[in-house]
């Protein structure tokens, strides 16, 4: 009796162990999909039309935060939010965050919240420098700051490894070293940043583009670690720099369209697992994009996960370039795409310039 009451306690954690994976093996479904209004129609700056391209979404369990990859004009910001509500959310005008550091701040491309759900944090494309110059230094920031406060209080910090700095360029020294190869033996010179997770005491950095300049390189899915740790409210990070996962698509999934790429990694601190979304922009094939998931031993060893479709068992597949990720439930997640400029679907609805596409994916 003893035996089989310990084998059966055995058996429940086990099960209780695998029930997260198990439920994301069963697949996921797309259960809305709908359009946002960034800002009024019909704004322009410099004389041309504004295009929402949004790029980051987070949910901080009180807000919605979005950012638009595309500088905004005035008192419009980049950063924006609204109440988060299950209805009708959208019916007023999102609020903007015009503080200094995220109105200068250019190219936004990932959120992140760390698992205690104390900090958020938010990234650039690292993907612009100019040599000599200064002008370019705003391309090369990864801002922080407590989630305590609202909003409209926010007084974001930059993460800086070197004294004096206003952005980020100390880190981006450190990453373009961290991604060093035979071929460019002195750091990378070309790189760009679309993806951010924070745990405990690590940060990942999702790179999607590596190579020698910004119409010459090749599409990634790398993960870049560091630790790091907060000295009271500001963050200190390590020189510990290193390689997680460098991943091959095309022999995880042949089937998948080429050139698929990193756009997006967060960490799910319920399930302890990653999640990744991959993203194609094409002339011939369109947009369109894919979600995986890997606990971090996955990534180790360059494995993913490919969500598919309950309904069907196809790879779930986002007709939009799917840009990031944040959970709006214990099963649910938001994902918001960037389109760039192009007038996509949603339904019978066409995409207008103010306008970003986003989908809910349910488990």
């Given at each position: 009796m003893k035996t089989s009451y310990f084998s059966l306690v055995a058996i429940l954690l086990l099960v209780g162990c695998q029930r997260p994976a198990s439920k994301l093996m069963d697949g996921g479904a797309i259960v809305k999909e709908g359009l946002i209004d960034c800002f009024q129609p019909g704004l322009q700056a410099?004389?041309?039309?504004?295009?929402?391209?949004?790029?980051?979404?987070?949910?901080?369990?009180?807000?919605?935060?979005?950012?638009?990859?595309?500088?905004?004009?005035?008192?419009?910001?980049?950063?924006?939010?609204?109440?988060?509500?299950?209805?009708?959310?959208?019916?007023?005008?999102?609020?903007?965050?015009?503080?200094?550091?995220?109105?200068?701040?250019?190219?936004?491309?990932?959120?992140?919240l760390t698992p205690d759900r104390k900090y958020a944090f938010l990234t650039t494309g690292f993907d612009r420098v100019k040599e000599g110059s200064t002008e370019w230094d705003s391309y090369n920031s990864l801002l922080y700051w407590p989630v305590s406060e609202t909003p409209q209080k926010i007084q974001p910090k930059a993460v800086h490894l070197k004294t004096g700095e206003k952005f980020s360029m100390?880190?981006?020294?450190?990453?373009?070293?961290?991604?060093?190869?035979?071929?460019?033996?002195?750091?990378?010179?070309?790189?760009?940043?679309?993806?951010?997770?924070?745990?405990?005491?690590?940060?990942?950095?999702?790179?999607?583009?590596?190579?020698?300049?910004?119409?010459?390189?090749?599409?990634?899915?790398?993960?870049?670690?560091?630790?790091?740790?907060?000295?009271?409210d500001s963050v200190a990070m390590g020189t510990d720099f290193?390689?997680?996962?460098?991943?091959?698509?095309?022999?995880?999934?042949?089937?998948?369209?080429?050139?698929?790429?990193?756009?997006?990694?967060?960490?799910?601190?319920?399930?302890k697992i990653f999640w990744i979304l991959t993203s194609i922009e094409s002339e011939t094939q369109g947009n369109s994009a894919y979600l995986w998931?890997?606990?971090?031993?996955?990534?180790?060893?360059?494995?993913?996960?490919?969500?598919?479709?309950?309904?069907?068992?196809?790879?779930?597949?986002?007709?939009?370039?799917?840009?990031?990720l944040t959970a709006v439930g214990e099963n649910r997640l938001f994902v918001i795409h960037d389109d760039d400029r192009n007038r996509t679907k949603v339904g019978n609805q066409t995409r207008q310039p103010h306008q970003a596409a986003y989908s809910i994916v349910e488990f």
């Amino acid at each position: 009796m003893k035996t089989s009451y310990f084998s059966l306690v055995a058996i429940l954690l086990l099960v209780g162990c695998q029930r997260p994976a198990s439920k994301l093996m069963d697949g996921g479904a797309i259960v809305k999909e709908g359009l946002i209004d960034c800002f009024q129609p019909g704004l322009q700056a410099g004389g041309r039309e504004v295009w929402c391209e949004a790029s980051a979404v987070l949910s901080d369990g009180k807000n919605l935060l979005f950012a638009n990859d595309k500088d905004m004009p005035d008192a419009d910001a980049a950063v924006f939010y609204w109440v988060y509500s299950a209805n009708n959310m959208w019916s007023k005008k999102p609020t903007y965050l015009s503080q200094n550091l995220f109105k200068t701040s250019q190219k936004y491309e990932d959120f992140s919240l760390t698992p205690d759900r104390k900090y958020a944090f938010l990234t650039t494309g690292f993907d612009r420098v100019k040599e000599g110059s200064t002008e370019w230094d705003s391309y090369n920031s990864l801002l922080y700051w407590p989630v305590s406060e609202t909003p409209q209080k926010i007084q974001p910090k930059a993460v800086h490894l070197k004294t004096g700095e206003k952005f980020s360029m100390g880190l981006r020294e450190a990453l373009s070293q961290a991604l060093l190869s035979p071929e460019f033996p002195q750091g990378m010179p070309y790189f760009k940043v679309e993806g951010f997770a924070a745990t405990e005491n690590k940060f990942y950095f999702g790179i999607r583009e590596e190579g020698k300049k910004y119409d010459d390189f090749k599409y990634k899915v790398k993960v870049l670690t560091v630790s790091y740790h907060f000295v009271g409210d500001s963050v200190a990070m390590g020189t510990d720099f290193q390689t997680l996962a460098d991943i091959d698509i095309a022999s995880l999934q042949p089937n998948l369209p080429k050139s698929l790429a990193l756009s997006c990694i967060e960490y799910d601190a319920n399930r302890k697992i990653f999640w990744i979304l991959t993203s194609i922009e094409s002339e011939t094939q369109g947009n369109s994009a894919y979600l995986w998931w890997a606990s971090e031993e996955e990534l180790k060893k360059d494995q993913l996960n490919l969500v598919t479709d309950r309904s069907t068992g196809l790879p779930l597949k986002f007709t939009h370039k799917a840009e990031d990720l944040t959970a709006v439930g214990e099963n649910r997640l938001f994902v918001i795409h960037d389109d760039d400029r192009n007038r996509t679907k949603v339904g019978n609805q066409t995409r207008q310039p103010h306008q970003a596409a986003y989908s809910i994916v349910e488990f």
